[in-house]
């Protein structure tokens, strides 16, 4: 069994955009991406912060915009306008949740495409869909990276994927489609989950319980991606998967920390720069 350290790739990663940016640089272009944050939630601001120190590590002008829980939805859309006419920013990011009087939909949609490097635009979905990427959700697309890091061959194997969201669930589906796995989506209605993931060579889980995938769940010699971030009784993090148990039978898995996490955080740095080149 092989740990895959998403958390050494990205670190690779990163050193290499670090030389991109200083490229990119020398001929006037310095990438930029800005926050905005809505309001004082504890793990988004973890997240922001984490998103910040990345983006000014490898050279990115980095911006958060920290803007009261009692903004209007009205004053977000004029502040997602002012960057989507900022010739100095390539990067847009608003940080969901949002709260509840805003509808995070319509904020989504007032983003310019072409800076939406969190891929969730519904342009940005349409174009993975047709298989014309763009922008694509960095979740899925640090996933990808990792695997052809590890060298897993995907063409003609199964992937089956536990969750079906949009930021993670259906955009993986959709690229391990382009590369030619066979895809079986699953998710919580699912009649007889352990048995359907038990036929993957490739084990996708992102449903958000932890330790919710056991051995049972499990092929032996399956390669075994965890993308949950819960947080057990003591506060520990810990993924949907149970690793300990798990990793005594695949031959690839992701731990958590340093397996998904630092991938998805490496992955919206390198479409910042992308959407400046």
Not at 21 to 36: D, F, M, T
Not at 132 to 141: A, M, N, Q, S, V
Not at 189 to 211: F, H, M, Y
């Amino acid at each position: 069994m092989t740990i895959m350290n998403g958390r050494e790739l990205a670190d690779k990663m990163q050193a290499e955009m670090k030389e991109e940016v200083r490229a990119l640089e020398k001929r006037g272009i310095r990438p930029g991406l800005v926050v905005l944050l809505v309001g004082q939630d504890p793990a988004s601001e973890i997240y922001v912060r984490n998103k910040e120190l990345a983006a000014e590590k490898v050279g990115i002008r980095s911006r958060v915009e920290r803007l009261p829980e009692t903004i209007s939805e009205a004053e977000l859309l004029a502040e997602i306008d002012l960057y989507n006419n900022d010739p100095a920013f390539h990067g847009i990011l608003v940080q969901l949740p949002l709260p509840k009087h805003i509808d995070s939909e319509r904020v989504l949609l007032a983003i310019d495409p072409r800076k939406d490097v969190d891929g969730f635009h519904p342009v940005n979905m349409g174009r993975l869909l047709i298989g014309d990427p763009d922008k694509i959700p960095c979740t899925p697309y640090g996933i990808m990276k990792m695997l052809a890091a590890y060298n897993v061959s995907l063409a003609g194997k199964h992937a089956v994927v536990i969750g079906r969201s949009n930021i993670v669930g259906k955009p993986m589906a959709q690229l391990l489609l382009m590369v030619d796995a066979t895809v079986t989506m699953t998710h919580s209605r699912t009649r007889d989950l352990p048995a359907v993931a038990r036929e993957a060579d490739i084990l996708v889980v992102a449903i958000g319980k932890g330790r919710f995938v056991t051995k049972e769940f499990v092929k032996p010699g399956a390669v075994v991606i965890d993308v949950g971030m819960n947080r057990d009784e003591n506060g520990k993090l810990m993924g949907d998967v149970a690793f300990d148990e798990v990793a005594e039978i695949a031959s690839l898995i992701t731990p958590v920390p340093k397996g998904v996490g630092p991938m998805t955080i490496t992955m919206l740095l390198k479409q910042t720069i992308d959407a400046a080149k």
